[in-house]
Structures are given as C-alpha cells and as structure tokens.
T-cell receptor
Framework: LAKTTQPISMDSYEGQEVNITCSHN???????ITWYQQFPSQGPRFIIQ???TKVTNEVASLFIPADRKSSTLSLPRVSLSDTAVYYC?????????????FGRGTSLIVHP | DGGITQSPKYLFRKEGQNVTLSCEQN?????MYWYRQDPGQGLRLIYY???????QKGDIAEGYSVSREKKESFPLTVTSAQKNPTAFYLC??????????FGPGTRLTVT
C-alpha cells in the first residue's frame, strides 16, 4: 500500500507559482512530511520538512492541513532550473530507525 | 568540505561478476542507506545501517550485501545473485533527524 500519492507530472511556465499536492491518508502520528528535489543522474536534495500547519524556507513553502492527510509544496516564481522530479515522503522514527519511503515523484517541467 | 561521496560515477561489469560500490561520508552521521533507482521510478531501499557493525535489510535486499566496519563507510556489493543489477545506485546518510543527505550516485551497467 503506497504511503503517498502525487501527480506523475506537471507543467508550468517561468515566473509562475507551482503547487504540488501529495496525499498521505495513512500518515502516522509520529510521521513527518519531507520533500526532496532530484535532477537527472543526481542524488535527491532536501527541500523542506514539516509536521503540521505551514513551514517556509528560502526556496519553498509547505502547507499541511489539520488532518495531515495531504500536504502541498509551493514553489514561488519557478525558473527553468526548477525542472526536476519532486518527491513527497512521510516517515518517522520506528524502532530507533528513520526509514522513509520514496514514491515515483512528480516530474515538473518549467517552460520558457 | 563535508559531504557524502560515491565512487565510481559509472561502472561496467560482466554478468556473473560481483561488484562493490563505495560510499563514504564525513558528516559524522550515524545512519547510512543504500537505494536503487530504475528509469522513471522512485528510490527503493536496499539496506540501511543505524550504527557501526549493524545493518538491516530494506525492501529489495536480495542479491546485495553490505558492511559497516567504520562509521564513515558503507560499501554495497552487488552479487551475481542479483537478477537485474543494472541501475542507478544512491547512498545517503542521516543524523537522526528526518533529513537525508545523498551522494551523487553510481550508475552500474551489467552486460
């Protein structure tokens, strides 16, 4: 049973705001929500993480509703260099180990 | 420079040969992970280690082996028992928070 569900792909244009929503209906109480960005032939890079409400850093915002069954990654004013695959992960510490599960991610293509 | 390194970036082997992929980190992280990624797919966990001399199987451990003799190093051996070894292999480390740091990856091709 997949822990997260994301759109397979999205298209946008430079300068627009992009919102990628992830569903995680079975999120556990101690799970955190983490988003990663991956460029072709590179390792994923951490973008943002949250538990509830809203988190903002220098590159993105993460919106988490009260029921935590979904989350939305918001990328403000995207550029061509934001073309990448974005992964939503949920996971927590279990038995002393943090073992997140990666889904297939969302392939974002930013057009000029 | 702190970070996690993997070598080599590209690796070619003949079918039936074992091959070892290197992963080193100088971030002083306790946890280390190995993932496999196939084209158009997400990452699948092969093995992970939370402490030196201890490691656990992930979702797809069959045909792979690891060791963790030093905190900094977590090499992965792809054995001849792995039916479809050609893939992109990623190593990661973590410090107990919910953030993982990934290496640049090794692309293994077996013919």
């Amino acid at each position: 049973l997949a822990k997260t569900t994301q759109p397979i792909s999205m298209d946008s244009y430079e300068g627009q705001e992009v919102n990628i929503t992830c569903s995680h209906n079975n999120i556990a109480t101690n799970d955190y929500i983490t988003w990663y960005q991956q460029f072709p032939s590179q390792g994923p890079r951490f973008i943002i993480q949250g538990y509830k409400t809203k988190v903002t850093n220098e590159v993105a915002s993460l919106f988490i509703p009260a029921d935590r069954k979904s989350s939305t990654l918001s990328l403000p004013r995207v550029s061509l260099s934001d073309t990448a695959v974005y992964y939503c992960l949920v996971g927590g510490i279990s038995g002393g180990s943090y073992i997140p599960t990666f889904g297939r991610g969302t392939s974002l293509i930013v057009h000029p | 420079d702190g970070g996690i390194t993997q070598s080599p970036k590209y690796l070619f082997r003949k079918e039936g040969q074992n091959v070892t992929l290197s992963c080193e980190q100088n971030l002083n992280h306790d946890a280390m992970y190995w993932y496999r990624q196939d084209p158009g797919q997400g990452l699948r966990l092969i093995y992970y280690s939370q402490i030196v001399n201890d490691f656990q199987k992930g979702d797809i451990a069959e045909g792979y082996s690891v060791s963790r003799e030093k905190k900094e190093s977590f090499p992965l051996t792809v054995t001849s028992a792995q039916k479809n070894p050609t893939a992109f292999y990623l190593c990661a480390s973590g410090a107990g928070s919910y953030e993982q740091y990934f290496g640049p990856g090794t692309r293994l091709t077996v013919t």
